[in-house]
Structure formats: C-alpha cells, structure tokens
C-alpha cells in the first residue's frame, strides 16, 4: 500500500514538472535588473533605472544577444499541436548625418551560444561557413534595414522568415495593413519611432504582423510561411531571444517589452504605458544670438585669411574633366576626397609600388577601407576609351570579383580606387609570410573561386572581358580567406571573340602564352595564365624562378617530369605536410598542365575548367608525353609595345604608360595593381 502510495505521489510530481516546462510564459512591461530573466552577452545590455534593453550601443562591429535563458520544450507532442504567440516592441534609431545601418532578428536557437557569429549583414546570427548550414538549428524573422545582395534582399526596409541562412524563405517591404483603410501602408524600420510585432505560430503556420505603436493587432498578418520547427530542432527546444549588429553602418537597437505564450489566447498584452521612451541621438544646442553674432564677425574675418588658402588649395586639389566626363559623375572620385583618405598618399599608407605605379590604402566615409593606384600619364590619346571600359568593368556583378569603385583623374596622372581586400593578396602567403600558410581545402577554394570568376568574366558578362594578367599577386583574400580576382587596369573587353593585337601585349613571366607575341591576347591565353596559377597555388613555387636549381626553374616542365616519374603528386607544396586529397590535387595539377599546353586548341574553355575542378566532369584523357603538355614558353621580351612584369610584380621590362594602334582594342594602360599584401 505504501509502494503503492509513493509511486502515485512521484507521477503527480512528474506531471507538475512537465507541466510546468510546457507552459512557458512570460512578460516584461519594460526591463531591469532584478526582473529580467535573461542571458545577455557582447554588447547588450540593460539601461537603468526605465529597463530599456539596448542591443548594440551605436558603435561599428558590434553584436549583442539577449536570450530569455529558460528554453521553449515542445515535448513530445506532435508538430501539429505545436504552438507559441509573442509580442514585442522594438525602435531602431538611425544616427544623424548617417544613411543607414544594420536591423535586428527575432530568434529561435537551440543553443543562446551564438558568440561564433559575425556582425554586419550577418547580423550576429552566422558566419561565412554557418549560414545555409542545417546544423545550425536557428529560426529567425529579420528586421533588417540594409540591403545585401549576398542574400537576396529585396531591398533595404524589409522583414524576412529565416531558417538556417539569411537567404529569407520569405520576405517583404515593411508595412502593415490598415483594417480601416483596407490596405497596406508602409513602415519605416529605421526611424527611430517604437514598432509591434506579434509572431504567431500554430500547427506549422508561422505569422509576422506589424503596427505602429498604439495600434490594434491588424487583421492580415505582413507574411505567412509553413515552417515545421521539429525538423530544425530536432531536440525539440530551442531558447528565445534577439540578436542585433552594426558593421559600417550603424544605428542603436532596443527592445521595449515583450511577452509570450504558449497558447495564443493566453498571451498577456503589453502595457503601453509602463513602456521605456526610446533614446535618440541629441542634437546639438542652437547658439544664442551672442554667438551667433560672434560666429558672423569672426567668419568674415577668417574670409579674408582664407581667401589665399583657397587659392592654394584649387590649385593643390586640382583635376582634369572634359565634356566627355559627365555622364560617369557617379563614379568619378574628387582628388580631394581621395588625398584626405590616403592621408596625402602618405608613406605609411603606402601598400606596394611596381613598375607602373603605387597603391595606398585609404579610408573613405560610408564605403570603408579602400585601395588608390596612382598611374602615371602624360598621353591624352585613348583615355575617353579606356575611362569608359573602366566605368564599364566596374559594373560588373560576381561575388569574387574585387569591386572597381570608380576613378579620377589629374594632369599627367590617374587614379583607380577598388575595394581594399584586408586578406592580403594569395602571393603573400606562397612567398613571403612563413608564419601562416594556406591548407589545401583553403587553396582548393580559392582555385574554384577563381575558375568561376573568370568562366563569368569569359561567358557570362555581357560582353566577354579578357584579364590578361591572371596570377597570385592579383588575387585577393578577404578576413575569411576567400579569392576574389582583381587587377583589371589590363583587362578588355574581347571584341566579339577576336583577338586583341599583339601589339597590346601585356602580361607576367611564367603566365605568358606563347601565342601573344603572334596572334595577341584572348580567352586562350586568359586559360594559360589560370594554368600557371593552378600550378603555383598547388606547388607552392613561382611559374618562373631564376634562383632555383635550373630543372625545377620552370614549373610546368618540372610538374610534368614528376608526373612522367609516375607521381606528379611530388610536386605539392612541401608544407602541407601530406595534409591534402591526393585525388584532387592529382585533378588539379593535370588540369594546370592542360590548361598550359603550348597548343592553343587543345586549352579548355573556362567553363571546362569549372566542371573539371569542381569534378561534375572527367578530364579527358592525356599524358606527360601529349604534344604540347610540359612545353616551356620562351620569354616574350622585343615585341614592340609588350609590357612584362616579373613574376613578383615587382619590376617590369617594359612600361609604355599609354599606347594605342589603329585598332580600338589596342588602347590600353598597363600596369599591375596591388591591393593589401604590399607587394
């Protein structure tokens, strides 16, 4: 009887506590300290004494994470019984002066560890290798005010369902619908005013309405999306919370209050009035008119001191427009803005200089950190051309191209501003810092990033685009290691497939196809330098190098000779330490050797190349002893108007800074931009 008793008494218990982790509810009217049940970590935090929790604090590269810290169990009742309702206040409030910054998310996590995330667009939730992941186990409907083309956004004032990635399943312009007008009308999510939210969830419907504050609930929710949460939390909990980050952009992010519950009809409202007021940034106090008076007399007096600095000034900011110019405005840079964001182009920005210019690393305001070539001219003949092809290739779209923001220009001098790509160029890590290397998943995905790229610069464009300067100090890494391909003040547009003259030959020792002092550059020879590249991002050695014993100074015929020894897979670069898949850098290298044949036509195309590296394709069948595989290329040195550079980058043989033939397609300027390494 007694057994009988305490058995009876241990299942009322167990009932109770399940009980009690199924009906998970809570409000907060406001936080603080004392009463808020939450898990804070970077930035967040909550202000005292009105309760505001505050998610980033209106500085760049931040992300804050407020979690309540018990998890929301689903238990083991079907996803069809499963169901939550919340409601929330949040204000995002821009800076003056500031166009713009990054938005916040609703989140569902199965962990509140979320400290391996990035700010910026990823918004505190991912980084480069969690987002897309099915492991991540993360629902989330983004508030997000800045749009990203990396992840589709459709512009930036938009709210988004998110599972696993921040490639929204779903996704719409921030507005709510007016029950009294009959129609949407549209929100702003960054102008500091507080907004509702009520995230609705039943069976596996996933509603996420919106309102102004004071609003009713509106009957028409802003999106619907079926979501089964059982398939992206497999463990059947997950932690509530809010995640918000700033990159470049910034702006302060608070949450107001907040409820939930389980069942919808036992949701608690929130009490407007109990709310925290949301803190915007101050104004500056207007002068009184004492000061105003003052301020007046000495302007005029600093007006007459300052007419001399002017004139000095114009004349040490001056540049070169012409009639021609005006249509590229937007992408035109002033000489101003760019010595103010090198510093005066001051040595200690500088990045590296070659034989046809400098690079300094500069910072502009709203864009970030850039890269200035400063190119020397003195040839008016085929400028209009050339700016326009530069205007051109600056338009065009691939996620691993280095962005050609604009350019200027000034008597005897131009100037080509990029992106600056903090990785460094891949040459940095091959030659010249010994402390860190790169692995081979790490090349591989360079290689890849690369190949793609130019099958997109060779097919995709809209007009085919020749390089013409393929190699590793032109290939550009950014913090997460990832290639993007850069250097396009050689680059041209392929005049419907036909070679560009041979007179506007240009190119690096070791890259250089044997057809170019003949025939000219095109898409071939685009494939002999990636070739080269292949092999010495594989190798570890420069395609050419003088300083090493004379049978492996040339880098094709040495692969080869090890591949006709019976295993090429000698030829890998020595500090990987055996660390790599044989099978792939097998693949690799003969596709290096295939794409340096010395037989034009027997080059892939770059589309080949991509099917081969990515092994949706077999390599066709070839040997060391195929005519035209391991053939060295004499060095292409007294051809008239051949530009060569090392293949450091770091000299050249011959420079001409502007020449041009009777054919359009020959106008070009040759050097070799260097962004980040230095070199």
């Known amino acids: 009887m007694a057994q009988r008793f305490h058995l009876l008494l241990l299942f009322f218990v167990n009932l109770i506590f399940l009980s009690s982790q199924q009906d998970l509810n809570f409000i907060y009217n406001g936080f603080n300290q004392n009463q808020a049940n939450l898990h804070l970590d970077g930035s967040a935090k909550i202000e005292s004494p009105d309760g505001l929790l505050q998610l980033t604090n209106a500085t760049l590269q931040q992300m804050g994470h407020a979690f309540f810290n018990r998890p929301f169990e689903f238990g083991s009742a079907s996803s069809q019984s499963l169901s939550f309702s919340t409601h929330f206040v949040f204000a995002l409030a821009p800076k003056p002066g500031v166009d713009g910054g990054h938005g916040i998310a609703f989140v569902l996590s199965s962990s509140m560890d979320l400290t391996h995330a990035v ?94 504050l004071r609003n009713q609930k509106p009957s028409k929710p802003l999106l619907s999306r079926t979501v089964n949460l059982t398939e992206i939390f497999p463990d059947r909990k997950a932690f509530l919370g809010f995640s918000g980050a700033t990159g470049s952009l910034i702006s302060s992010q608070y949450i107001l209050g907040w409820s939930f519950s389980r069942n919808r009809g036992l949701l608690q409202s929130l009490d407007i009035s109990k709310l925290p007021a949301v803190p915007h940034f101050k104004n500056p106090k207007k002068a009184s008119p004492p000061l105003i008076a003052l301020f007046v007399l000495l302007t005029l007096i600093g007006m ?42 001051h040595k200690d920005g500088r990045l590296g200089e070659g034989g046809f210019g400098e690079v300094y690393k500069g910072t502009l305001p709203l864009i970030g950190d850039i890269a200035v070539k400063k190119l020397s001219h003195d040839a008016e003949q085929g400028m209009k051309q050339f700016v326009a092809e530069v205007v051109t290739m600056g338009s065009l779209q691939h996620k691993n191209l280095v962005p050609l923001l604009g350019y200027c220009r000034r008597k005897g001098e131009l100037l080509l501003v990029s992106k600056y790509m903090e990785g460094g160029s891949v040459d940095q890590y091959l030659f010249y810092d010994d402390r860190q290397t790169l692995s081979w998943s790490q090349r591989i995905t360079i290689l890849r990033d690369i190949a793609s790229v130019l099958c997109y610069l060779h097919t995709g464009a809209t007009q085919a685009v020749l390089h013409r300067d393929i190699k590793a100090s032109n290939v550009m890494l950014n913090g997460n290691l990832q290639g993007f391909l850069g250097d396009f003040g050689m680059a041209r547009f392929d005049d419907h497939g036909t070679n560009i003259s041979a007179t506007a030959a240009v190119g690096t020792i070791g890259y250089m196809a044997l057809e170019l002092a003949s025939t000219g550059t095109s898409t071939k020879t685009d494939v002999y330098a990636f070739g080269a590249f292949m092999l010495e991002v594989t190798c570890g050695r420069r395609p050419f190098d003088p300083d090493i014993p004379i049978e492996k100074r040339q880098l094709v015929k040495w692969v080869c000779e090890c591949w006709r020894k019976g295993s090429i897979v000698d030829a890998i670069d020595t500090r990987l330490r055996g660390k790599f898949v044989r099978g792939e850098v097998e693949i690799v290298l003969k596709l290096g050797l295939l794409c340096t044949s010395i037989v034009p036509e027997s080059r892939p195309t770059m589309e080949k190349v991509v099917q081969y590296i990515n092994r949706h394709q077999r390599l066709p069948v070839f040997s060391p002893d195929t005519p035209g595989i391991g053939v060295l290329t004499p060095v292409l040195i007294g051809v008239p108007s051949l530009a060569i550079t090392s293949s450091s980058g770091a000299s050249s043989v011959s420079a001409p800074s502007v020449s041009s033939s009777s054919s359009n397609n020959s106008r070009f300027i040759s050097h070799t931009i260097i962004y980040g390494d230095g070199r």
């Not at 918004?123 to 005010?145: K, M, R, V, W």
């Not at 007459?304 to 114009?314: D, K």
């Not at 001056?318 to 035109?332: C, F, T």
């Open 119 to 212: 700010p910026t667009q990823y918004l505190g939730l991912f980084n480069i290798s969690s987002n897309g992941s099915p492991t991540s186990h993360l629902l989330a409907i983004e508030f997000d005010t800045v749009q990203s083309a990396e992840f589709d956004d459709i512009d930036k004032n938009h709210v988004g369902i998110d599972e696993n990635s921040l490639q929204s399943t779903v996704s719409a312009s921030a507005s709510y619908y007016s029950d009294k007008e009959g129609k949407n009308k549209s929100l702003t999510l960054l102008s500091g005013d507080p907004i509702e939210v009520w995230i609705d969830y039943e069976g596996t419907l996933l509603n996420v309405t919106l309102a102004p």
């Open 304 to 345: 007459a001191v300052l007419g001399g600095v002017y004139l000095y000034r114009r004349k040490k900011y001056a540049e070169v427009r012409e009639p021609w110019e005006k249509e590229y405005g937007p992408l035109r840079y002033s000489y101003e803005s760019l010595y103010k964001a090198t510093r005066g182009f």
